[in-house]
Nanobody, 125 residues
Framework: EVQLQASGGGLVQPGGFLRLSCVAS????????MGWFRRAPGKELEWVSA????????TYADSVKGRFTISGDNDKNTLYLEMNDLKPQDTAVYYC??????????????????WGQGTLVTVSS
């Protein structure tokens, strides 16, 4: 059974750091694009970052570029999101997602077929 389990969220002060993890089971990362999305309170789902199927290319939403880093460990079948200089507007439930086979668009949620349950990140003084 394909399953994604996200963890690492919590409460952090503005300017702080968090490292999110997403452990995958039922498939291996290497053939698929993997990504992170988030849903802030009262807002629609927002794409955050994506990692190519070969793990050699990463792309980011403008709102997090320069602050967040996506990476993957194929041996551990785990996806990571390092979040630096966190801002209150980063407060959201963060979801990891598996891209569909042959995905071309990294940022569209409809191009992903499995999702983690989410981990809450709260950035507040």
């Amino acid at each position: 059974e394909v399953q994604l389990q996200a963890s690492g969220g919590g409460l952090v002060q503005p300017g702080g750091f968090l490292r999110l993890s997403c452990v995958a089971s039922g498939f291996t990362f290497s053939p698929y694009v993997m990504g992170w999305f988030r849903r802030a309170p009262g807002k629609e789902l927002e794409w955050v970052s994506a990692l190519s199927d070969e793990g050699d290319y990463a792309t980011y939403a403008d709102s997090v570029k320069g602050r967040f880093t996506i990476s993957g460990d194929n041996d551990k079948n785990t996806l990571y999101l390092e979040m630096n200089d966190l801002k209150p507007q980063d407060t959201a439930v963060y979801y990891c997602a598996k891209g569909k086979r042959g995905i071309r668009s990294y940022s569209h949620p409809d191009r992903h077929d499995y999702w983690g349950q989410g981990t809450l990140v709260t950035v507040s003084s």
